[in-house]
């Protein structure tokens, strides 16, 4: 499908922005959802990462948990999960949990190559593949850029063969942002991720523009700082903004902020409890800052 242009693409925007009472069910409240710019298809603005939450090995106690997680993640509108080869056994845990799970149909897997060299990295990809135990990949990333020009060859051979949905490339908490920004302006990507909250904006100057110009869907990472950010505000009285936008704790007025950026399509938090999750994914449920809001949120906080 043909990139959207902008205008196309503010309106999916505006359309897919939902206010809803606080007193409809989550399972029944309809879901903020994102257009991905190069396509149109639309995914919801909450996902899942998996970094070190779900590198669990075969704790049994620890598979079943995590089992629950991905089923209220799912069950709440959930589709968006992001893993790795990096990430030790997250790939087999959520690969085994999923293919156990009766409410999975709507998964958009993410996941990234993580190694040098042509052939490494596509034996890398089917063995990614075979843990999560899946026919093909929804979306493959180059992990913070490891010879990305090689890499990125073979996700494109994949997706022009139709063995591959979407490509993409990562980076965090400011890694190779000039690279990164290179890469956005010459490659034909249809995913950037990068890290982004309300602590750090640095990606609001150059990185966020450029993706909305260029029509490349954002995936944020480290939402929380991997859990600095609210260790920061454990115990602090939320804000008065928070009964605006129908934040019940930190975890979603955080959340909250960074949806509101209209470049961003989709944050991935990563948690290893369910109530955790339950927090996260009611986002999808709950009003969007507008500007001049999430402005003040970002002022209030940083003084």
């Not at 890694?175 to 490659?187: A, F, G, V, W």
Request: with cysteine; hydrophobic share 40%; aromatic share 8%.
């Amino acid at each position: 499908m043909a990139q959207l242009d902008r205008r196309r693409f503010v309106a999916g925007l505006a359309a897919s922005t939902l206010l809803l009472t606080s007193n409809t069910p989550l399972r029944t409240r309809k879901t903020l959802l994102r257009p991905i710019p190069s396509s149109g298809e639309n995914i919801p603005v909450i996902g899942m990462g998996s970094w070190r939450t779900f590198d669990i090995g075969d704790d049994q106690s620890a598979l079943e948990t995590r089992a629950d997680i991905l089923r209220l993640f799912f069950d709440c509108g959930g589709r968006v999960v992001d893993s790795s080869p990096m990430y030790g056994s997250s790939q087999t845990v959520i690969g085994n949990a999923v293919q156990k799970l009766d409410n999975a149909d709507g998964l958009f897997s993410a996941d990234k190559v993580w190694t040098s060299g042509l052939t490494e990295g596509q034996r890398q990809i089917e063995e990614s593949r075979s843990r999560w135990n899946l026919p093909k990949f929804d979306l493959l990333q180059v992990h913070n850029l490891v010879d990305w020009r090689v890499q990125l060859k073979t996700l494109f051979a994949m997706k022009e063969a139709g063995n591959l949905r979407y490509v993409g490339v990562t980076s965090y908490d400011g890694i190779n942002y000039d690279l990164l920004e290179q890469i956005m302006k010459n490659e034909p990507i249809d995913f950037v991720q990068f890290s982004y909250n309300i602590a750090d904006r640095r990606a609001e100057d150059r990185l966020l523009p450029l993706a909305s110009d260029r029509n490349i869907g954002v995936i944020v990472n480290r939402p929380f700082q991997e859990g600095r950010l609210l260790d920061s505000v454990r115990g602090r009285v939320l804000p008065d903004l928070a009964n605006k936008i129908g934040s019940k704790n930190w975890a979603q007025y955080l959340l909250q902020y960074i949806v509101s950026h209209p470049a961003v399509t989709v944050t991935i938090p990563a948690t290893s409890r369910v109530d955790h999750m339950r927090e996260n994914i009611a986002v999808l449920h709950k009003p969007v800052p507008h500007s001049r809001l999430r402005e003040k949120m970002a002022n209030d906080f940083a003084s």
